[in-house]
């Protein structure tokens, strides 16, 4: 392990090797592994306690899920920089040591007012569903009542429905009857919502996605005094067997695909999907780079942008992105040489943003 890699093991304990009798279904799992991998299950336990306490930290499920008992797979790859789902969180909350603006990025109609304030392609809201408030806004809908009024008089309209804090759109439709009052229950049941209208997708990618906008997901590094940049590029076709397209940063063109995840992950042939390259590539990069500028605060962000009919739209933004999915595309983990740089700069900033407060506090 170098230098640079030492100074990014934050003491964490090591993720649990599974023991013979205690943990039944992690056993089995870990002689499917062996099979799988052609190894005994003692060089599997001996190599996962390696990466366990390793920089990435990675879990006995990351293990699986991840798929790293087969080396074939990660091409030669150091895997000890693969990052596992709890150590990329504490990686993000690193990154942005800024905590006091993680709280815009967890709510869906504060993020979009402010990158829209600023000129960025984001999706207008035609309603929110906001019960118990008073105010007299049209848009406002107050009641069970005021939303059912809302979806008939949207009848047959393209529309999505996002929750306000987390949470996956859906695309809806508000017929009469016992379906409309099944989605009203369904809503009311889920809290405060967003009514965006659905955003068509561009031609190119249609026939790839069942007529559906599929986001492209797009890591940014940056943070303040730093230009931002595009490091990462994955897309997930909707309705393609959950499908997860590698995407070359250049050009947009998708490299491989592939189906699943751990044991059951399977390279599915190029020729499956009918799209060749992203349109509109350098916009929709663009798009996510001016508003990773927006955001300078936050040094590491994930988003969602689809590849619209009349141009990029950003779909969704979290300062704690899921790592996993760009590291099984690329097969390389997140914990590569630029990005351990990157990380040991914010370390810094950290550190000096830390300091500055202390001092404020003191003559306050």
């Not at 303040?224 to 994955?234: C, F, I, Q, Y």
């Not at 995407?247 to 699943?260: F, I, N, P, Q, W």
Request: with cysteine.
């Amino acid at each position: 392990m170098t230098a640079l890699e030492r100074r990014h093991v934050w003491p964490l304990a090591p993720a649990a090797a599974p023991r013979q009798g205690a943990e039944p279904g992690a056993m089995a799992a870990l002689a499917r592994m062996a099979e799988a991998a052609g190894v005994p299950p003692t060089r599997l336990l001996a190599d996962f306690a390696t990466l366990a306490i390793g920089p990435g930290h990675v879990t006995f499920a990351d293990y699986e899920r991840l798929r790293l008992y087969d080396e074939a797979f990660w091409a030669g790859g150091d895997r000890r920089w693969v990052v596992g789902a709890r150590r990329a969180r504490q990686i993000a909350l690193l990154a942005n040591y800024r905590h006091d603006w993680l709280g815009l990025t967890t709510n869906r109609l504060a993020w979009s007012a402010y990158l829209g304030a600023h000129g960025l392609p984001v999706v207008p809201v035609e309603a929110i569903y906001a019960p118990g408030l008073a105010t007299p806004a049209a848009h406002v809908l107050r009641t069970r009542g005021e939303l059912r009024q809302f979806l008939a008089r949207h009848a047959g309209a393209a529309l999505a429905a996002r929750p306000l804090e987390g949470g996956r759109a859906r695309m809806i439709a508000a017929d009469a009857g016992a379906e409309a009052d099944a989605l009203v229950q369904d809503i009311c049941d889920g809290g405060a919502h967003l009514f965006q209208p659905l955003v068509a997708p561009h031609p190119a990618t249609a026939r790839a996605t069942g007529g559906r906008l599929a986001a492209v997901r797009l890591l940014t590094l940056g943070g303040d005094g730093a230009e931002p940049k595009v490091v990462r590029a994955l897309w997930k076709p909707l309705g393609r067997a959950a499908l997860l397209a590698q995407l070359d940063l250049r050009s947009g063109e998708v490299l491989r695909l592939t189906s699943g995840f751990g044991p059951d992950l399977v390279e599915v042939r190029r020729s499956r999907l009918p799209l060749a390259a992203m349109p509109d590539w350098e916009a929709l990069k663009a798009s996510a780079v001016e508003a990773a500028r927006v955001m300078r605060p936050l040094g590491l962000l994930g988003w969602d942008i689809g590849c619209g009919a009349s141009g990029p739209a950003i779909l969704g933004l979290t300062a704690t992105p899921d790592l996993t999915g760009h590291q099984l595309a690329d097969r390389r983990g997140a914990l590569e040489p630029e990005f351990a740089q990157f990380l040991d700069v914010q370390r810094r900033r950290a550190a000096e943003h830390a300091d500055l407060a202390r001092g404020e506090g003191a003559w306050a």
